[in-house]
């Protein structure tokens, strides 16, 4: 009974990031960007997807979200490609670290 908690409380605060990062335009002043993939897609086919579409900086927080440096028409482009939702990585936790932090 506690892990169908557990797994409920957690679809709970996943509906409420996807709900609120749909609500939200990336920012032009986005340092970067996050995009979330199917998460039945690999690893391989979300990184191959993100790449064609612009320049990966690397994972997000979850193995279908990528990180991605801002470009114009990102967003459009990633999701030609099959991303689900585009927003400001900071806003999911993913941003990238400095060198050196």
Same mark, same amino acid.
């Given at each position: 009974?506690a892990t169908f908690?557990?797994w409920?409380?957690?679809? *709970?605060? #996943?509906? @409420?990031?996807? &709900?609120?990062?749909?609500?939200? !335009?990336?920012?032009?002043?986005?340092?970067a $960007?996050a995009?979330v993939?199917?998460?039945?897609?690999?690893v391989?086919? *979300?990184? #191959?997807? @993100?790449?064609? &579409?612009?320049?990966?900086?690397? !994972?997000g927080?979850?193995?279908n979200?990528? $990180?991605?440096?801002?470009?114009?028409?990102?967003?459009?482009?990633?999701? *030609?490609?099959?991303?689900?939702?585009?927003?400001?990585?900071?806003?999911?936790?993913?941003s990238?670290?400095?060198?050196?932090?």
């Amino acid at each position: 009974m506690a892990t169908f908690v557990a797994w409920c409380a957690g679809a *709970a605060m #996943a509906s @409420a990031t996807l &709900a609120v990062a749909l609500a939200a !335009p990336v920012p032009s002043d986005a340092r970067a $960007v996050a995009a979330v993939f199917p998460p039945w897609w690999t690893v391989e086919r *979300a990184y #191959a997807a @993100a790449s064609d &579409a612009g320049h990966v900086l690397g !994972p997000g927080m979850w193995r279908n979200v990528l $990180v991605l440096r801002p470009s114009e028409d990102l967003a459009s482009r990633l999701s *030609a490609m099959g991303a689900w939702i585009v927003v400001d990585a900071d806003m999911l936790g993913c941003s990238p670290q400095e060198a050196g932090t």
